[in-house]
């Protein structure tokens, strides 16, 4: 007699061998759930910078400064800002970043992917008068918190006279 079907215990075999490899793969998702979200921001902080780059190439200078702004839902860096949370727009109207809208830049200024307290992009100008500054504003930095690492990712402007280079610190 010829039996072509499985023994219990081959089957149990097979069950412990699938829980093993999924349970392997749940492990490590958050983690790779973090590195894409680390990836978007450093995307985002190069479109914002290319952006204001191209404002210099208009303008001669980067958008006036006013103040130190953030993207966060709640108080970041620079402090509390009312949000307009229905339209889903973080930044600030009052903030520098959105002369870079009414460029046609972009078409809403982008924002963490988690954007709370912790995970926001903060952005600041240097303005006339600061390090040199003879114009509106002539630098400036914008930062997140990568998840990954904990530390904090900043981009600068070409022109930063601190000598910067994009990266973590």
């Known amino acids: 007699m010829n039996n072509n079907a499985f023994t219990l215990i081959e089957l149990l075999i097979v069950i412990a061998i699938i829980g093993l490899l999924a349970s392997a793969v749940l492990v490590s998702f958050p983690g790779a759930m973090a590195g894409a979200r680390d990836g978007i921001r450093k995307q985002d902080l190069s479109t914002i910078r290319s952006a204001l780059e191209e404002y ?31 339209n889903g727009d973080y930044w600030d109207a009052n903030s520098d970043l959105q002369d870079l809208v009414a460029q046609k830049s ?12 912790i995970y926001y992009y903060s952005y600041e100008p240097g303005g006339a008068g600061q390090e040199g500054c003879l114009v509106n504003s ?12 904990g530390a904090n990712y900043c981009v ?14």
Request: net charge negative; charged share 15%.
């Open 106 to 117: 972009f078409g809403k200024i982008p924002i963490d992917p988690i954007n709370n307290s």
């Open 138 to 149: 002539c630098e400036w930095y914008i930062c997140c918190r990568l998840e990954t690492t």
């Open 156 to 169: 600068y402007s070409v022109r930063n006279s601190d000598g910067f280079a994009e990266g973590g610190y």
């Open 56 to 86: 210099w190439d208009i303008y001669g200078h980067y958008p006036p400064e006013a103040l130190c702004w953030d993207s966060s839902v709640g108080c970041g860096g620079c402090g509390c800002v009312v949000f307009d949370f229905p």
